[in-house]
């Protein structure tokens, strides 16, 4: 179980920068041009003054692009984060660290894993996350980045033992249909998306998406997997065309019997049945037989 995150992001107290430049620059500049005008005892105190207010309004400035954050700590302790872009000014003393708070894209490589049958399949995964907590992404985990890859990977392969990557028994009547890695696309991803999201709120890192990339069984499993999905569609197909030739058959029996066209006993109608079964299953064109004779002769 993941342990109770210990930090939490909140707002740092930032100036507009452009404010501090220009009083920066001015200080700096008054002072030098009156030392300049009138050298003296005193007005050098007071062009090192300007030169020190000057010194900390240049000092305290950092720029932050939109998306992007500031961690601001002051001799190992945590004082806010700021997410004002533009050009900021906080205490000089502070550190500032830029944290990128954007939507970042991971791909995970193949990864050959058991599904909930025990089956070798191959599987991955495309994931789409970013930062909304700063102080719980820097400080409750060494590596934000290495940890979303090492719980992605470990998601994915607990998603795979959760369902099989496809239904081998047909679902009987009334039965639920079984949600499987093949035919349950979106509740997979729903499934993948929560398990992502409980691991990564350790790191305080939010999941915008995530979805199944491959999928597909192991290669050593792969060609018998393949001769049982054609045995299914030829047994499809068959009682496909078993289940319209019994109507075609049944339409011209009934046919015959109401234009009174033949009268046929239950052996002749037993042979007519076969012979149209035999040309309307049959995968070759039917060849036709004369009889000169009768049925019972």
């Not at 991955?124 to 102080?135: G, L, N, Y």
């Not at 030739?245 to 109608?269: H, P, Q, S, Y």
Request: hydrophobic share 45%; with cysteine; glycine share 8%.
């Amino acid at each position: 179980m993941l342990d109770k995150p210990t930090s939490q992001e909140r707002v740092a107290t930032s100036a507009n920068g452009f404010v501090y430049v220009i009083v920066g620059v001015l200080a700096m500049g008054v002072s030098a041009a009156l030392l300049l005008s009138r050298p003296s005892p005193g007005l050098a105190g007071i062009f090192g003054l300007g030169m020190l207010i000057g010194a900390w309004c240049l000092a305290g400035l950092y720029m932050l692009q939109p998306n992007q954050a500031a961690l601001l700590m002051l001799f190992g302790s945590y004082r806010g984060t700021d997410r004002s872009d533009g050009l900021r000014w906080a205490n000089p003393f502070y550190v500032k660290k830029k944290i990128s708070v954007r939507a970042r894209n991971f791909n995970s490589e193949k990864l050959k894993v058991n599904d909930l049958r025990g089956n070798p399949i191959e599987i991955a995964s495309a994931i789409v996350w970013k930062i909304e907590d700063t102080a719980q992404a820097t400080f409750d985990v060494d590596n934000y980045e290495a940890y979303v890859l090492t719980q992605a990977e470990s998601a994915v392969r607990h998603l795979a033992l959760s369902y099989a990557y496809d239904n081998l028994d047909e679902p009987g009547a009334g039965n639920q249909r079984e949600i499987t890695l093949r035919s349950g696309t979106d509740e997979v991803a729903l499934a993948l998306r929560a398990e992502l999201q409980a691991r990564f709120a350790q790191a305080g890192i939010v999941v915008v998406d995530a979805k199944l990339t491959h999928l597909a069984y192991a290669p050593e499993i792969a060609g018998t997997m393949l001769r049982r999905q054609q045995a299914e569609a030829i047994i499809a197909a068959r009682t496909k065309i078993v289940q319209g030739a019994v109507g075609m058959v049944e339409l011209a029996l009934n046919g015959l019997a109401e234009r009174g066209l033949l009268e046929l006993d239950d052996e002749r109608k037993a042979a007519m049945v076969s012979n149209l079964l035999v040309v309307l299953c049959s995968d070759h064109d039917a060849t036709p037989v004369v009889n000169t004779g009768t049925l019972y002769n």
